[in-house]
């Protein structure tokens, strides 16, 4: 396989560029902090997020079915605050991807679920526009993994057939739903498997990897 057959990566944010936004466990250190009943709000989580990342909810609207169904000892933007305090980047996957795009001349596409402020919120914080050239965000285009729609809309966005593009994910089933459409997949794990895993596909950082071809 060569880099020439490769024109685009299709990339998940969280688990592979950045944390994940706003997984179990980072509600589990905002309940601990504000003092919240994690089962509780875990329940009511469950039956409203869906709804917030296919941008259908704003997130003052999941605040108050989640959080601010009753009276609090602290504001909704204080809770906001820490919400978003949970996000982290990945520097070296943001690296070998910056590389990898100038160096190969790819498109870059994100392909996430995420709820919009706390996307918009990600995006500027990490500077992500940089970095991707098409932004297929579940709160963008009403659509959330693990529906293949998102993935076909990302295909027709990018104008890219399915055999030109790699995508980079680190959840097994959306991994296994995009192969059905004939997308080749990393199942990312960690930034070396993955850099590895790239290169074997023609697509070589600029790190030294002779290792890879013995």
């Known amino acids: 396989m060569t880099a020439k057959a490769i024109d685009c990566l299709f990339l998940d944010i969280g688990g592979v560029l950045l944390s994940n936004g706003w997984d179990h466990q980072a509600r ?10 994690l089962a509780e709000m875990e329940e009511r989580h469950h039956l409203t997020f869906n709804t917030y990342e296919e941008g259908k909810l704003t997130l003052d609207e999941y605040l108050r079915r989640v959080i601010f169904y009753q009276k609090r000892s602290f504001a909704p933007s204080q809770f906001q605050d820490l919400m978003f305090a949970q996000s ?37 914080k990490f500077k992500l526009t940089r970095l991707m ?23 027709n966005i990018a104008q890219v057939r399915a055999t030109q593009v790699i ?48």
């Open 28 to 37: 589990k250190r905002v309940a601990m902090q504000l003092g919240l009943d």
């Open 88 to 124: 982290t980047p990945y520097p070296e996957m943001i690296e070998l991807i910056t590389r990898l795009k100038l160096k190969h001349s790819l498109k870059v596409a994100a392909v996430n679920n995420e709820g919009y402020e706390l996307n918009a919120h990600r995006i500027q």
């Open 133 to 155: 050239d098409f932004f297929i965000s579940s709160c963008f285009v009403h659509i959330r993994k693990p529906d293949a729609d998102i993935l076909r809309l990302a295909l």
């Open 167 to 214: 995508y980079i994910e680190n959840t097994p089933i959306f991994v296994q739903i995009a192969e059905e459409l004939g997308i080749r997949c990393i199942l990312h794990t960690d930034y070396e498997t993955t850099r590895e895993k790239l290169a074997l596909l023609g697509l070589r950082s600029d790190i030294a990897e002779n290792r890879i071809s013995n």
